[in-house]
């Protein structure tokens, strides 16, 4: 299955861009287009719902920019260091993460490193929270609802957000979340429930990062006593 991200491959192709010539062989992003939903977003957006855990899962990794390693100085599992060294509130394009993630700029530095890039929609919401001040709340109120929890309405959109930056491959640490099968075969064994409800046993997850909302656990666990069906 794919996940909104936009390649394509350029095989051979030498692209003039600005002052130097690159010559590209390997895969590179299709050009990000800016966000007609940016108003949207920015009425709606919660740093710690909607924004840490695109960095968590993508950034702040083992090896990369977490804490400990903090790979260029970057350690990005946090609202002040993130803010401190990459973001200038109300502007993307001065802002050092944001021409990292941008598919448009082509930096040579383009994060993250060696993986596939954001999705779409995580760069929508990461350029309308700096647009709109990258402030630390934001409208957080609850619109989790835990009688909703259909794997297409609550479980994959939960996972892929969260948990996919990580589990985005077979050899990732910890197996693949990326398809039906391998997201029911952690649910079926226990280790989804056990690992985001942090049940002592279990490897706490999302790894680093905040655990999800009693709401959202509350659906998991739904889900998973119904057979974990792909509804
Ligand atoms: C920052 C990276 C990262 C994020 C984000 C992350 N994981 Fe993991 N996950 C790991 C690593 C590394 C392991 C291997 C841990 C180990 O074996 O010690 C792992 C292991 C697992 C395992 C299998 C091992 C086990 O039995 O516990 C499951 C299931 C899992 N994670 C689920 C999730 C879910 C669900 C999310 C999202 C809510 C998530 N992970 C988010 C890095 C991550």
Known sequence: MKFNKQWSIITGIGLFFGAGTISLNSCVHAPYVLPVSERTYSAGICFERDILPVFISNCAKSGCHNQGDGASGYTLDNY?????????????????????????????????????????????LIRAWITAG??????????????????????????????LGCHNSASAAGGSLTDYTSIKNAALTGRLIGDISHSPGYNAMPLGGIQLSDCQVAQVTKWVAAGAPEN
Request: proline share 7%.
């Open 80 to 124: 002040k260091d993130i803010v401190r060294k990459g973001i200038v509130p109300g502007n993307p394009a001065a802002s050092k993460i944001w021409e990292s993630v941008d598919m448009n700029t082509f930096s040579v530095s383009h994060m993250p490193a060696n993986a596939p890039g954001l999705t779409v929609a995580e760069l929508d």
């Open 134 to 163: 990258a402030v630390d709340s934001g409208d957080c109120a609850n619109t989790c609802d835990s009688t909703n929890y259909t794997y297409s309405g609550a479980i994959l959109p939960m996972i892929q957000l969260n948990c």
